[in-house]
């Protein structure tokens, strides 16, 4: 294959992510602006006001939490970090409005919680204060808990895979553990530190579920209710398009602060660290900042789900669940294929053909996470329900005969708006892994004979399968997780375990909505577990093969 076929390729594919956006912008000018100016005289500042709250906590927690957590289990070892490197991905299977239903129903008046505490102490309903779960800054809790291992994952393998000549001489120059990480270790993975707070904020700001549960009007609400309530397509087309610009701005500002940052550790055999022991207080606190996260974001909700699905009567194993599993499971592996290959032709024309078009093709293909996934599923429909009707009477008139409904009613398309989605996923998180590789290797390899596609099938793929693997793993699960795009653009008949949960939610049939859920979490685990195997197969600290030659050392070699 040439470079030119896989230049065309990248190309075809940011177009496709790109074409939906551009469709549900342009609905935007096809009616009026009356519903504009009287949400801009009403409600819109409280929607960019909580939307701009709302990414601030969250950016800055999962950064927090997912750098402090992937820095600790990497460069140390305490009671439980070896569990613990696994355990800290766990909560990315739960998505964030089922942690929202498990939390409102134990936090909430009626809630064992504070059922309990009155029972305890005897006060009546307004004799104590209990703090807020359905608020903004709950709706941030939830997110922080539920994304913050994007941040883990990518900071994780950053970390491993960076050299320790660096952080020993920043140590031999008389800075601290502490001082060493903040100058030396922080810089070198912050590409991919900013990649997964930024896939956090594109999550944050296309939310609906978490922030409709618990009531905080944000655009992402705002854009629903217009649609839904008012019946205002084009209100709700005008309200996308200023999400959209929202998230071109961070995209641009997050490209501009990184610069042309590069950490390469890659070309040469790059000593790894040897994660040092940590017992008493320290190792109790490093164990106690890893394990928070994991209670709050996993036990505890899988515990109080459980409960709710006991109660509930039904059964994750009859033949109508395992249908809902068959169909999600079918959409999340087809979505993790088709977007991830996109990703890495993507990235790959973007390493070989650097410049302004390509970073417009990472920009345009990366949008549609910001995008609320009933936004993109419009954007598809109406042009292909467009096309439909028109092919549907054409045939009609020359056969006798139609077909009905031939892409609207596809699988297949509804993998194209999973694809324009989640297409930032998988690019944020490949780019992350080609940070660290050498722009010299491209160079040795072709004096060496190979073609654009040996180049990237010889030694690119080997090398960032860790990446490919942590893309997929992403993909896959918030895919699992997809909800408004799902519901509008299925076929007949096709729900998956995120509809079946929304729609007994919607009902007030909380119990019930358990079910569904837990089979979601239960099967996001599994390539968690897959991923989180690759990742510490070479963990630091490890032992290093026996040197070759006898008497001389050999420094730890970097996996890949």
């Known amino acids: 294959m040439s470079e030119r076929i896989l230049n065309w390729l990248a190309w075809l594919a940011a177009l496709v992510c790109v074409a939906p956006i551009v469709a549900a912008g342009l609905a935007a000018f096809t009616g009026d602006f009356d519903t504009w100016r009287g949400l801009m005289n009403t409600v819109l ?223 040469n055999r790059a000593e790894i660290y040897d994660a040092q022991p940590i017992g008493g207080l320290a190792g109790g606190l490093a164990a106690f900042f890893c394990f928070l996260p994991v209670f709050v974001g996993f036990l505890l909700p899988v515990i109080v789900l459980s409960r709710m699905a006991i109660d509930s009567g039904q059964s994750p194993f009859d033949g109508r669940y395992l249908r809902f599993v068959t169909n999600s499971l079918t959409l999340a592996g087809t979505a993790a294929l088709v977007t991830v290959t996109a990703a890495i032709l993507i990235s790959f024309r973007v390493r070989t053909r650097p410049g302004r078009s390509s970073r417009a093709m990472v920009l345009g293909a990366g949008l549609g996470y910001a995008v609320p996934g009933g936004v993109i599923a419009v954007g598809i429909l109406v042009p292909l329900a467009a096309l439909d009707n028109v092919l549907s009477d054409w045939l009609q008139s020359a056969f006798g005969r139609t077909p009905g409904l031939i892409f609207t009613g596809s699988i297949w398309v509804l993998v194209v708006a999973y694809m324009a989605r989640f297409m930032a996923a998988g690019l944020n998180t490949i780019e992350a892994g080609y940070a660290s590789l050498s722009p010299n290797l491209d160079a040795v390899t072709r004096t060496l004979g190979r073609n654009p596609t040996g180049l990237l099938a010889r030694v690119h793929l080997p090398i960032l399968r860790r990446s490919i693997l942590a893309a997929a793993l992403i993909v896959f699960v918030d895919t699992m997780k997809e909800l408004p795009a799902t519901m509008i653009m299925r076929p007949f008949n096709f729900d998956t375990l995120a509809v079946q949960a929304h729609r007994l939610a919607a009902d007030e049939r909380l119990h019930q909505a358990a079910v569904p859920s837990l089979v979601i979490v239960a099967i996001g685990l599994l390539p968690v577990f897959m991923v989180c195997r690759q990742l510490s197969r070479r963990a630091p600290g490890r032992p290093a093969p026996e040197p070759r030659s006898a008497g001389v050392a050999q420094p730890y070699a970097a996996d890949g």
């Not at 909430?108 to 009546?124: F, N």
């Not at 359905?134 to 539920?146: E, Q």
């Not at 120059?173 to 001082?179: A, D, K, N, Q, Y």
């Open 45 to 267: 500042p409280g929607y960019v006001a909580n939307t701009l709250m709302l990414v601030v906590l969250v950016g800055l927690g999962t950064a927090a939490l997912g750098t402090g957590a992937a820095w600790l289990v990497t460069m140390y070892r305490f009671p439980g970090s070896r569990a613990l490197e696994v355990l800290l991905v766990l909560p990315l299977a739960f998505p964030a409005y089922v942690l929202a239903y498990a939390y409102t129903y134990l936090l909430q008046h009626s809630g064992p919680v504070q059922s309990a505490l009155r029972d305890v102490t005897g006060w009546g309903p307004r004799d104590y204060w209990f703090p807020e779960v359905r608020s903004l800054p709950g709706a941030a809790f939830m997110l922080i808990c539920v994304l913050y291992p994007y941040v883990y994952l990518l900071a994780r393998t950053a970390f491993a895979q960076q050299s320790v000549g660096a952080y020993f001489a920043a140590r031999t120059l008389g800075r601290g553990p502490w001082g060493a990480f903040w100058s030396v270790s922080l810089p070198m993975a912050r590409p991919a530190i900013v990649g997964g707070a930024l896939l956090c904020v594109m999550e944050t700001i296309a939310d609906y579920g978490t922030v409709s549960h618990f009531s905080v009007q944000t655009f992402s609400t705002g854009i629903y209710q217009a649609w839904f309530s008012m019946g205002d397509r084009a209100a709700a087309a005008q309200l996308a398009l200023g999400l959209l610009a929202f998230a071109l701005v961070l995209a641009i500002l997050e490209r501009i602060q990184r610069g042309q940052a590069r950490a390469h550790t890659r070309g």
